[in-house]
Each structure stands twice: as C-alpha cells, then as structure tokens.
C-alpha cells in the first residue's frame, strides 16, 4: 500500500462547477499538507499548503485537512479552463515529500 | 532571477551510456532535490541534500549519484543508463531555516530522459 492515495482521475467538469480533489494517507506523522499544480510539460508549482488539521483558504482554492480520517481534500470554486492541470498533493516526511500519484483536472469551456 | 534551472532539457541515451543532469538555483537554498516522474506514480525522490557536501538518498536511489560541491548545483548521474531510467527528472530547492516541508520546494522544469 502506498503512503499517500490519490485517484488519477481523469476529472472533467463544466466551467464554472466546484471542483473537489482528495487524497488519503497512511503515515500520521505527516505535519504539513500541500497541493501542488502541474501544467503540462512543467515543473510542479506549489498552490497551498496547510499545517496540521484544518481549512485555508486562497481566493479560488480551498484546503482542507482531516487527521482523524488522514484525509485531505482541495476544493475549486468557479473553476476556469486555466485550471486544467495535474494536482499532486504532497506531504512531509523530514526534510522529504511523499506525492500522491496526482489527478489530472479538464476544465471544459 | 532564474530560479531553479536543468541542464539539459531532453536527452537520448543507449543502454549503458552515461551522463550527468545539472540542477542549479541561484536563491541561496540549503536543501536540494532530485526526483523521477512516471506515469501513475507521480514524484519519487531519489536523493536529496541538506547543505553542500551532503547527500542522502531518497525513495528510489539505485542506479543514480549526486554530488553536491557547490551550494548552488545539485548533479545527478547515471553511470549505465537502463531503459528503466527513462522518464522526466525534477530537481528542487528548498531555502535556509525551513524544516524542508514542501511549503518552501520550488521546482525546476524538468528534463526528459530516453534510454533506449
């Protein structure tokens, strides 16, 4: 079983819908949380991340961390066709990140 | 301010050539990182290092060197390429004082790998 789980999608949703991205994990030591976007062809680009339990929000993008379940989730609002992109989450393991496999995001027009 | 650079950016190998990837960033980080991207897997690190001349090896480390002589450059080497090794490499750096969580890992655009 992998450390982080996370489902490859593809996902394709209307301009416009809520988007919403999830990640298991087994390893509750992990301490930071993070999403990281990845246009094709491109290095990944970190989006947010988060510290423990609970939400933060950044305009659009929503994380939200549930230790209890070891479950993290990153919520879309309005998505734009500038949001397709491969979402990877990530979390920490002392001095190293342990990605999920990523989930490909279409945001269709 | 260019960030975090690769060199090169797409390379062929035959089986049993090697090379060496450069990874450089000019932002004064103190921890550096090789990964490999394949598809279904996403980011495996191979070796990483918290300071120059250190390096410590990741999830993935057979088959690949680094060494890192100068805090700014990161370089991976492969001494027998394998067709195994195809695939794209990111390096990332991560600034002084950080605990190397994520929240701090900026990446280079990548370099894609073809041993056939």
């Known amino acids: 079983q992998k450390e982080v789980e996370q489902d490859p999608g593809p996902l394709s949703v209307p301009e416009g819908a809520i988007v919403s991205l999830n990640c298991t994990y087994s390893?509750?030591?992990?301490?930071?949380f993070m999403w990281y976007r990845q246009y094709s062809r491109k290095g990944p680009e970190l989006l947010m991340y988060?510290?423990?339990?609970g939400n933060k929000e950044d305009g659009r993008f929503t994380a939200q961390v549930d230790k209890s379940s070891k479950y993290i989730s990153l919520f879309i609002r309005d998505s734009q066709p500038s949001d397709s992109a491969t979402y990877l989450c990530a979390m920490d393991s002392s001095y190293k990140l342990i990605f999920g496999s990523g989930t490909r995001l279409l945001v269709r027009p | 301010n260019a960030g975090v650079t690769q060199t090169p950016k797409f390379r062929v190998l035959k089986t049993g050539q090697s090379m060496t990837l450069l990874c450089a960033q000019d932002?004064?980080?103190?921890?550096m990182y090789w990964y490999r991207q394949d598809p279904g897997m996403g980011l495996r690190l191979i070796h990483y290092s918290v300071g120059e001349g250190t390096t410590a090896k990741g999830e993935v480390p057979d088959g690949y060197n680094v060494s890192r002589l100068k805090k700014q450059n990161f370089l991976l080497g492969l001494e027998s390429a394998a067709p195994s090794q195809t695939s794209v490499y990111f390096c990332?750096?991560?600034?002084?004082?950080?605990?190397?969580?994520?929240?701090?890992?900026?990446f280079g655009p990548g370099t894609r790998l073809l041993v056939l």
């Open positions: 390893n509750s030591a992990f301490q930071y």
């Open positions: 990332a750096s991560s600034p002084p004082g950080s605990t190397g969580g994520g929240e701090t890992q900026y």
């Open positions: 988060t510290y423990s339990s």
């Open positions: 932002m004064n980080h103190e921890y």
